[in-house]
Every structure is written in C-alpha cells, then in structure tokens.
C-alpha cells in the first residue's frame, strides 16, 4: 500500500510542476506577444508623428504660397480646411477599407505569428524533389 501512495504523490506533484510549467510558459508567451505588438505599435506611432509634423510644416507653407497669390493669407488657410474636409469625408466613408482591416490584420497577424510558423512547419509534406541523390538539380 506504501507504494501506491508513493506512487500517487509522485504523480501528483508531476502534475503539480507540469502545471506550473505550463502557467509560467503562457505568461512568457504572453509577455513576448504583447511586447512584441506593442513594440510594433509604437514604432508606428512614431513615424506617424514624424510624418504629421512634415504635414503640418508643408500645409502651412502651401497656404502661405497660395495666400502670396490670392493676396489673402486667412482665404488660403479657409481653402486648405476645405481640402482637409473634403479629404476626412473620404476617409470616413473608406474607414473600414483603408484604416480598421489593415490594424486590424496588422494586430493579428502579430499575435498569432509563432502558432502560424508552428503550423506551417507542421504542415510542411515530404516531397520526393527534395530528396538529392548526387544528381544536379536546377533550384
């Protein structure tokens, strides 16, 4: 009887460590994956920061240049908020095609970026043309 009592603590602290392996492990997934994401993320961010600053910088000289040729400063600053309204419309109505999909497969795409290399590693067939036997083979 001693045995099998033995037996069974064994197992269960097996189990015990197992699990916490497996706890620990998807913490340290996690932890890798949203860095990742959020690294990404952020280098976004940044160049999108950049680059509304050159926007800004080049609007306000365009509406400086079109305000020398209409004479009006405050008339070309009106026709570039018009410009801007007209472009925000169209992108309002695009907002699904050209800003949600992409973020959204961008996010994705990062999250399940190991589970997709693991499965096409598994998924990988055997083919015969891989098989070299000394013979010379166009690649």
């Given at each position: 009887m001693s045995s099998k009592a033995t037996?069974?603590?064994?197992?269960?602290e097996t189990v015990e460590d197992y699990t916490r392996t497996t706890v620990e492990l998807t913490k340290l997934n996690l932890i890798d994956t949203s860095a990742d994401v959020l690294s990404s993320l952020i280098s976004r961010l940044k160049i999108t920061?950049?680059?509304?600053?050159?926007?800004?910088?080049l609007n306000l000289g365009l509406s400086f240049w079109i305000g020398e040729?209409?004479?009006?400063?405050?008339?070309?600053?009106?026709?570039?908020?018009?410009?801007?309204?007209i472009l925000s419309i169209a992108l309002y109505s695009f907002k699904n095609q050209y800003i949600k999909m992409p973020v959204s497969n961008f996010i994705i795409i990062?999250?399940?970026?190991?589970?997709?290399?693991?499965k096409k590693e598994?998924?990988?067939?055997?083919?015969?043309?891989?098989?070299?036997?000394g013979t010379k083979t166009a690649r």
């Open positions: 037996t069974i603590v064994i197992l269960f920061v950049v680059f509304a600053m050159f926007l800004l910088l040729f209409l004479g009006e400063y405050y008339s070309s600053f009106f026709i570039m908020a018009t410009l801007y309204l990062k999250v399940l970026k190991d589970k997709w290399h693991e598994r998924n990988k067939k055997f083919e015969p043309k891989d098989l070299n036997f």
